[in-house]
């Protein structure tokens, strides 16, 4: 089965055509719960200005069916997903967990990130207290099931869809209706549990590593985002050596569709930048 959930240049079936300017593609990694198609808008957005690359992560989406990974099985992923499409480098746009595997990437295989946009990125401020407590084998879990059942519920629903729209600026109704039936079913569990104990045992040693970081990189936080710990967005951009942060005002956590603009400016510039070329942000894209 394909990884890739979406490609936003297309010429017939299965290939792909030129894009309109000589920049690295951009591979964009969706967070937990969540799959590629998280990225629709920023690849309308970027057009034919590079090629983009969102795969379904393993355990999520079209690859529900394979077992997820911890942050070094999901950059490995990552690198296959490279190599299967013939590309040697790429910005890397990771989202929330995503961008973890994102830091992984940089820090495994620093050869093939020509730069990093982390967006609601996990940061030094994870793992929460919440966050070792949904990592627990029984507690956990059972929680998690519940959590999952119950958004599934809520966002099924077009009265509740409402409410929730109220707070989380960015998405769509009928991104609502997709989430809740592609992204939180019951299938997921096992990921999401996989996941979770990956950010409590693995992450820790990544964070304590983030100073090995070469590459260009912007951290983009939204300053309403309620599910990364507070402040710990200012502190991953503290850690990554060179790295700017951005903040989005009045955007919660779901910065591909509430802070799309910004993300995509900050993935040009970086394009721009591995291409050795002046930044140039073209106006439909803010």
Request: positive net charge; contains cysteine.
């Amino acid at each position: 089965m394909s990884r890739l959930a979406w490609q936003n240049v297309h010429h017939g079936a299965g290939t792909l055509d030129e894009v309109s300017a000589p920049l690295p593609p951009v591979l964009a990694l969706h967070g937990q719960p969540g799959s590629g198609r998280d990225f629709d808008g920023v690849a309308r957005a970027l057009g034919g200005a590079c090629r983009m690359l969102a795969p379904d992560r393993p355990g999520w989406g079209r690859r529900a069916g394979e077992p997820a990974g911890g942050f070094a099985t999901g950059a490995d992923d990552a690198v296959a997903v490279l190599d299967g499409e013939g590309v040697e480098r790429a910005v890397v746009l990771g989202f929330s967990w995503g961008g973890g595997v994102a830091v992984e990437l940089a820090r495994r295989h620093p050869d093939r990130v020509s730069g990093l946009v982390l967006a609601a990125s996990i940061g030094p401020g994870e793992p929460t207290a919440a966050d070792r407590l949904l990592a627990l084998p029984v507690a956990g879990r059972a929680i998690c099931a519940g959590g999952l059942a119950l958004s599934r519920m809520v966002l099924g629903r077009r009265a509740t869809r409402r409410l929730v729209g109220r707070r989380m600026k960015g998405l769509e109704s009928d991104q609502y209706r997709r989430f809740a039936t592609e992204c939180l079913t019951p299938a997921v569990l096992d990921s999401f549990m996989t996941e979770q104990r990956a950010l409590v045992t693995e992450w820790p040693e990544i964070v304590r590593r983030l100073g090995e970081l070469r590459v260009p990189a912007v951290v983009v936080t939204g300053d309403r985002d309620r599910l990364i710990a507070a402040g710990s967005a200012r502190r991953l951009a503290a850690a990554i050596p060179g790295a700017e942060l951005r903040v989005v005002p009045g955007a919660g956590h779901y910065l591909p569709g509430a802070g799309m603009a910004v993300l995509v400016e900050a993935v040009l510039e970086l394009a721009a930048r591995a291409a050795g070329r002046p930044s140039s942000v073209p106006n439909a894209c803010l």
